[in-house]
Structures are given as structure tokens and as C-alpha cells.
């Protein structure tokens, strides 16, 4: 098989686009969950717009301070592990320049979308005190998405690991947003084959 | 509370050194698991060498010809999720140019320990046909690494994907260099609180 190939990559890089930063600034704080769950769907309807997959994921800090915004970039940056929480916690943590964001204080990650089976594992490694969830994982299968096989207990498996979990904050909302980019024909990756 | 907080990151980045391609260059096709998987004990033992942690993995083609190494850049990189196969699937994603490896061939990915909850979770996202394991879960749980919550019938979840799982390729191997790890007072991160 021929196969075009580049050179060695000495660094993998994901891009956080400028616009996702721009939308935070000068925000103040978003102390409540509802205000950080229309942040990140803003950070959604965007990323359709800019033919970018429908999740969205925000790192908030105890005050509801924006740390870092999350996009899922696993088209445009060729890295299927680019999902928007594993953006958003990577982002968070090189921007406070820790591996573990308990060790900088108490954060919360906010996603559009019940995380994949890879997101929620990257969960308790991130650090974070909370998990802020809008559409249930029901909501992206609906359309096409394989969110992964994921334990049976996963919620009770965080909180044991101390991290709270909130699930359905502006669920319809988010739903919507994930039926409109399907309806929309948008590429529906991680689909299985 | 005071925190120091860099800059907005407009990219995420993650390392892969140039020696852990070196190690790779002018190899020539290493079609056994056994060959692939001293590979990437290798690198482990090197990372250990250079104050990195004690995981390594790789993805290779269906010829046994290395696409890209991966290692455990969690502590460096100041990533959580940049465990050593994440890296692995990232470079060679990136280094093939494409978000979904089924689209460029057959590939395995090789690591030295069972993949913990959130690799698990990105190894059908990657689009691997392969998934090949040196040290069990709890070689790593011995010396006190938290594997995270994973699905019971993991292994069921991933053949049902089309993944095939070949376990304990240089086992004994593997686990002793998670034990000298933990001997010599290395980092045991994500290891809860």
C-alpha cells in the first residue's frame, strides 16, 4: 500500500481558536451552572458555523471565572482525541501550568454533551471538583454519535472520586443544537465503521 | 485566592522528544507483538531514565513498521490526558494526517500496560484494528496508579468494535519496570488525592 506520510511530529498541537477565547473575555464571572452550560453552547453554534463538530466544554473556576474553553477539534486538527472536554481540561491545566488542577484549586468542567467513555475516564485525571452536564448521552446517540461503552455506574464512580455531578442543565437546548448539525449532514465521526 | 495564570493558549501542545523517534529510525518492520512490544519497554525505560513516567506506547502498521511512539508526558507537558498512548494515537494521527486511522490502513497500538479508563475509551476513536498489552491493570494498581473505572467487559466492548486484544506480551518485563519505578520515588500521578 502506498501511503503518504509526514515527517516525525516533535509536537502534537491542538489548536483553541481565537474566536473561543474571545467569546470568554471580558465575560465576569458566570457563578451559575445555567450561565456556564449557555456559554459553552454559544461555543457549539460557532463551531457548527465553522464546520466544526457539535460539542462544546468549558473549565470554570470556583467563582465562575472562564479558565479555558473547550471545542471538539478532531477534524480540523487530525487527532481523535481531540474531543471538547479534552480541549477544555488540557487548555486549563497549561494555562495554570499544573498536571492536576486540584493542586491550583477548585474547578468545574461544563459540557455540552454527557461525556464519551474517553472524556469521563479523563475526568478524575484532570483534577477537577465537578462535572456540569447539559444533553445526556441518549441525545448524542440519537443522532449518530458512538459515545462508547462506559461502566454502568460511571456517575456513582466520580463521586466517589469526590467529583459532584449535574446532568440536565439546558438539556433541550443542547439537544437541539446536536439534531440540527445531523439534520445539517455534518460528519458524524467517531461513528464506528 | 492569588493564582498565577499564563496567557490564553491558542495551542495545545504535547511533546514527543526527538529520541524516542530515534529509537525508531532504521528499526525496519518489527512484525511480532513480542519485537513491538521491547520497543516500547524500551522507550518506558528511557522516559524512567530522563524523570518521566513509567508508560510507554507506539502504533504500528500492519507491515510491524513504526508510525509513531508514544510516552507518558503528563508531568512535562503539563497534561492529564497525555498518557502514553494518547500521544501515540495523536502523533500517528497527525503524522498520517488523518482523524481516523481505519482510513489509512490497519494499524495496532502497542502499550506497556493495560490502557487505563480514558485510553480505553480513545482506542476506538483512534481507528486501530489492533490493541497489544504488556503489564495487567493491577501490575500498575501494585505500586499505587489509579487506573480509573472501566466497563466490566472492556475487552468484550473492544472485539465487538472490531478490535482485537492479544494481553501479557512480555508481562513480567513490563511489571518489573513499574515496580523499579515506584522503588526509585517516582511520581505516582493520578493517583487520587
Redesign the interface.
Known amino acids: 500500500?502506498s501511503?503518504?506520510?509526514?515527517?516525525?511530529?516533535?509536537?502534537?498541537?491542538?489548536?483553541?481558536?481565537?474566536w473561543a477565547?474571545e467569546a470568554g473575555r471580558d465575560l465576569g464571572p458566570l457563578p451559575l451552572p445555567e450561565q456556564q452550560v449557555e456559554f459553552v453552547l454559544g461555543l457549539v453554534a460557532r463551531n457548527i458555523e465553522d464546520g466544526g463538530g457539535p460539542f462544546g466544554a468549558a473549565v470554570f473556576d470556583a467563582h465562575g471565572l472562564l479558565?479555558?474553553p473547550g471545542i471538539n477539534r478532531?477534524?480540523p486538527?487530525?487527532?481523535?482525541?481531540?474531543h471538547a472536554e479534552?480541549?477544555a481540561?488540557?487548555?486549563a491545566?497549561?494555562?495554570?501550568?499544573?498536571?492536576?488542577l486540584?493542586s491550583?484549586?477548585s474547578f468545574s468542567l461544563v459540557t455540552s454533551a454527557e461525556p464519551?467513555?474517553?472524556?469521563?475516564?479523563?475526568t478524575?485525571?484532570?483534577?477537577v471538583s465537578s462535572l456540569i452536564i447539559a444533553a445526556r448521552d441518549e441525545d448524542a446517540r440519537a443522532v449518530g454519535f458512538?459515545e462508547?461503552?462506559?461502566?454502568?455506574?460511571?456517575l456513582g464512580?466520580l463521586e466517589r472520586?469526590?467529583i459532584s455531578v449535574t446532568r440536565d442543565v439546558c438539556r433541550e437546548e443542547a439537544a437541539a443544537l446536536l439534531a440540527g448539525y445531523a439534520l445539517g449532514g455534518g460528519i458524524i465521526?467517531?461513528g464506528?465503521?
Not at 486538527?77 to 481531540?82: Q, S, V
Not at 464519551?116 to 479523563?122: I, K, P, R, V
Not at 462508547?148 to 460511571?154: I, R, T, V, Y
Request: hydrophobic residues 40%; aromatic residues 8%; negative net charge.
Open positions: 500500500m501511503r503518504s506520510m509526514n515527517p516525525e511530529v516533535s509536537t502534537i498541537t491542538i489548536g483553541v481558536p481565537d477565547w479558565i479555558a478532531v477534524v486538527d487530525n487527532a481523535p482525541i481531540a479534552i480541549v481540561i488540557a487548555a491545566c497549561q494555562r495554570l501550568g499544573s498536571w492536576d486540584r491550583a484549586g464519551c467513555a474517553m472524556c469521563l475516564g479523563a478524575p485525571w484532570s483534577g458512538d462508547g461503552a462506559k461502566p454502568d455506574d460511571w464512580e472520586r469526590g465521526y467517531n464506528g465503521t
